[in-house]
């Protein structure tokens, strides 16, 4: 029986499931850069004035980046770069951070401050195309630019990996501002590579996510989806990425399986509100405001129509039946789901990585 371990929050649970149930098992590839390359490419950076570092999410590669800075700082005698994140996610910067460290909290007002450089890891987005840090600005910094950017979408279903106006619109708003960004293009086992400049230039690093993270296969019945690491699915809404990265290879009669523990809760204004009754389906199609999260309902409303999706999580059985979302107790409970209702004898495809893969 194979053995697969999915990622759960900041812990990782085992799949057990029978070798005539598995169609396969899907990972990201690419190369990982070596330590001496990561150091080189960091040397671009003016180490010699002062940094104020702003840490977007947690990831490892994002601390892999924080220890190599600071190592080359150590050994060129230099002071160290002032770390910065929203107070949600210190605690979980602060513990990957090299002993003897510092962080604090970011303060919502510097972004037209110059020695900021806003570091993230690109994803794909079902909005933008690719999650990068201009669209994780837009987003946190430019609510107003996001009514254009919801309006600009391809239809009403995620475009994962696609060009697209709405990504124009962040590049556009983060334009506004003299800021330097580490943008990071990693799998599960590293970093592949990283680009530094101005967040409009760093986006260019997409081309090389899909060289490595684009993966072509035939339409599954089945699918039980990871989205890979922890800061992809502390939320409903960032969960949800995954699953529209996987949306266009399961077929329409199917069942899509998400593990996501989701300890942050909804993540998402929009869903919120919809479950509270506050919220009117109608008003996705031609709002007049922008509600944070708007793409993630509209997307699910629509998919749900193609497919059935089932959820591991800790959020209310409540939420979960408001959405329309098959709750799953745990990962036994979703493979006796799937051989129960589809037959002992259904495959089924597993995705180990489903943040940084696109599945088509």
Not at 71 to 96: D, H, W, Y
């Amino acid at each position: 029986m194979p053995e697969i371990w999915l990622n759960y929050g900041i812990t990782d649970v085992v799949l057990d499931i029978r070798a005539e149930n598995l169609e396969q098992k899907i990972d990201s590839d690419g190369t990982i850069l070596e330590d001496s390359a990561i150091n080189e490419k960091l040397n671009s950076l003016d180490l010699s004035k002062s940094i104020d570092l702003v840490v977007l999410h947690n990831s490892k590669s994002i601390q892999k980046i924080i220890s190599s800075l600071f190592t080359l700082c150590e050994q060129k005698s230099l002071p160290f770069p002032n770390v910065l994140a929203e107070k949600k996610i210190m605690n979980q910067v602060r513990a990957g951070m090299p002993e003897g460290s510092s962080i604090n909290e970011f303060d919502n007002n510097e972004l037209s401050n110059s020695n900021l450089v806003f570091m993230g890891e690109m994803e794909f987005d079902g909005l933008f195309g690719y999650e990068t840090i201009s669209t994780r600005l837009i987003k946190k910094f430019g609510q107003d630019h996001m009514l254009s950017a919801y309006a600009k979408r391809k239809g009403n279903f995620p475009t994962p990996g696609q060009p697209t106006e709405s990504l124009e619109e962040a590049k556009k708003f983060s334009n506004n501002f003299e800021i330097q960004g580490i943008e990071i293009v990693a799998n599960s086992k590293g970093i592949v590579d990283f680009s530094i400049g101005h967040p409009s230039e760093t986006l260019s690093l997409s081309k090389t996510l899909e060289s490595f993270a684009i993966k072509d296969i035939e339409k599954q019945k089945s699918m039980i989806i990871s989205t890979g690491k922890d800061s992809s699915n502390d939320t409903l809404s960032k969960s949800l990425s995954s699953l529209w990265n996987c949306s266009k290879a399961i077929r329409n009669d199917g069942l899509a399986i998400l593990v996501a523990e989701c300890k942050a809760g909804l993540g998402s204004d929009a869903i919120q509100q919809y479950i509270e009754g506050r919220f009117p389906l109608e008003k996705l199609q031609n709002p007049t405001h922008y509600i944070a999260g708007m793409e993630d309902l509209l997307f699910l409303t629509e998919i749900q129509k193609n497919f059935q999706i089932g959820l591991v999580s800790i959020l209310p059985e409540f939420y979960a039946k408001k959405l329309n979302l098959i709750t799953l107790s745990g990962i036994k409970d979703s493979m006796d789901y799937i051989l129960k209702t589809q037959g002992a004898r259904q495959k089924v495809a597993v995705v180990l990585d489903g943040a940084r893969t696109l599945i088509r």
